[in-house]
């Protein structure tokens, strides 16, 4: 398994603010993903994060909302944008390494926002 | 489109009692993973199993075992001899060889009672 870091682990915000989730792992990794998951719910992917170049998004996702970077293999970052009640959820970061089909997650960021 | 099912919501059982979890899942693909995680309270998603589709073998390790059909697409999921640490909500995933995102079902709370 890889060693995730994700930060912070939770937040509280106000609306129409933003909030930038990191996520930095221990060893290099091919694919790096971040997926939402609202209260009670199951877990949809937002994006996965290529290095070096944009996102690619999932359908019902934009880039203005939800920024991501990925400057290098072990490092990614989702921004919240123009935050609403509705985005209250916990976010995750996921990667795999070479070789694996097996994807690990890191604590997850739980996010209200009030 | 790829889509997981787990149709049971919630499961309780009492502390050594054996607990089967369904998982019902559509691909295009031949070549797909299947897999299962367990989110316990804390939040964090624990990577527990996974299978190829070109494996039908089905296995144990440890208390947890899996029986993989691909002529029903189904993928289940039995921990033996409960224990209350295993109280969580477990959720089944998909990915297609080539993209590696992840498809999860609704998830399935397990209460495991002392």
């Known amino acids: 398994s890889a060693v995730i870091s994700q930060k912070p682990s939770r937040d509280i915000c106000q609306r129409g603010t933003s909030l930038t989730i990191q996520c930095q792992v221990d060893?290099?990794?091919?694919?790096m993903f971040w997926y939402r998951q609202q209260p009670g719910q199951s877990l949809t992917l937002i994006a996965t994060?290529?290095?070096?170049?944009?996102?690619?998004?999932e359908s019902g996702f934009v880039i203005d909302k939800f920024p991501i970077s990925r400057p290098n293999l072990t490092f990614s970052t989702l921004t919240v944008s123009n935050m609403s009640p509705e985005d209250s959820s916990i976010y995750l970061c996921?990667?795999?390494?070479?070789?694996?089909?097996?994807?690990?997650f890191g604590q997850g960021t739980r996010l209200t926002v009030v | 489109a790829q889509k997981v099912t787990q149709a049971q919501t919630e499961i309780s059982v009492v502390e050594k009692e054996d607990v089967t979890l369904d998982c019902v899942y559509e691909?295009?693909?031949?070549?797909?993973?299947l897999f299962w995680y367990k989110q316990p309270p804390s939040g964090e998603l624990v990577f527990l199993i996974r299978?190829?589709?070109?494996?039908?073998q089905n296995e144990i390790s440890g208390r947890y075992s899996w029986n993989f059909q691909k002529s029903t697409s189904s993928f289940n999921f039995t921990i033996t001899a409960s224990q209350v640490v295993d109280s969580a909500v477990y959720f089944c995933?998909?990915?297609?060889?080539?993209?590696?995102?992840?498809?999860f079902g609704a998830g399935t709370t397990v209460t495991v009672r002392a």
């Open positions: 996921s990667v795999l390494r070479r070789g694996n089909t097996e994807a690990f």
């Open positions: 060893s290099q990794v091919t694919m």
């Open positions: 994060a290529n290095q070096g170049s944009e996102a690619t998004y």
């Open positions: 691909t295009r693909d031949t070549t797909y993973y």
């Open positions: 299978r190829n589709s070109f494996d039908e």
């Open positions: 995933a998909l990915s297609e060889a080539g993209d590696y995102k992840l498809s």
